[in-house]
């Protein structure tokens, strides 16, 4: 069990390009949730699938932010017209879902750095 | 404002001390508590979690201390270790299904 990968591990964009981050999650999990990790704000929750489908995105910035599962073996998070704000790492986790305990498996990050 | 709060943002402890890290909580509705403990360059790891009906948790050096009423809880790290250095996050969730909320962290500095 190779654990949650995310690719690439760094990414550096300019100000107004695209950046797309992937996530394969833990085969055999139905929950896939994207955070985004910042000194100042700490671990900001933005979006959660369960079996692929859309379950919350209430933490995702609703202009330029969007993220796609279109299969049970990965994720992307997708930001258009990148901004210097945006620059921060951004972790993919995954989940089973079951019983009393909900264990996120966090991958390594995407550390996304805008100039 | 932060839904749940750590204190304090940093701590240094000697080698063989307890650790004594702080959480407290807003949302009376918040039912389950995991620590996650992060290394540099890795994702968070579960390390220990607690629901709401139990005070106590334990395993291996690693307690949680639970107050309900407070809206607080403390993880404690016995016989602390250099290897134990990390940034240490509290988290809540309603219930299971749902994202967890995490603090902003405690940095945790073991010295030999």
């Known amino acids: 069990n190779a654990g949650v990968i995310q690719t690439p591990r760094h990414k550096v964009t300019g100000k107004g390009q695209e950046a797309t981050l992937w996530c394969e999650p833990i085969s055999g999990h139905s929950a896939v949730f994207w955070y985004r990790q910042t000194i100042v704000q700490g671990l900001e929750f933005l979006t959660y699938f369960r079996n692929q489908a859309p379950i919350d995105d209430s933490g995702m910035p609703k202009e330029r932010f969007s993220a796609q599962m279109p299969n049970q073996s990965h994720s992307t998070l997708k930001i258009q017209s990148t901004q210097p704000q945006d620059s921060a790492v951004y972790l993919c986790a995954s989940s089973l879902e079951t019983g009393a305990q909900n264990t996120l498996y966090f991958g390594a990050g995407t550390r996304l750095s805008v100039l | 404002q932060q839904q749940v709060r750590q204190s304090p943002q940093s701590l240094t402890v000697w080698e063989g001390e307890t650790a004594i890290l702080n959480c407290s909580y807003e949302n009376s509705a918040f039912d389950y508590f995991p620590w996650y403990q992060q290394f540099p360059g890795e994702g968070p790891a579960l390390l220990i979690a607690i629901r709401s009906v139990s005070d106590k948790k334990e395993d291996g050096g690693f307690t949680i201390f639970f107050n309900k009423r407070e809206k607080n809880l403390s993880l404690h790290i016995k016989d602390s270790q250099p290897g134990d250095s990390a940034t240490y996050f509290c988290?809540?969730?309603?219930?299971?299904?749902?994202?967890?909320?995490f603090g902003l962290g405690t940095r945790v500095s073991v010295f030999p």
């Open positions: 988290a809540a969730s309603e219930n299971y299904a749902q994202g967890l909320t």
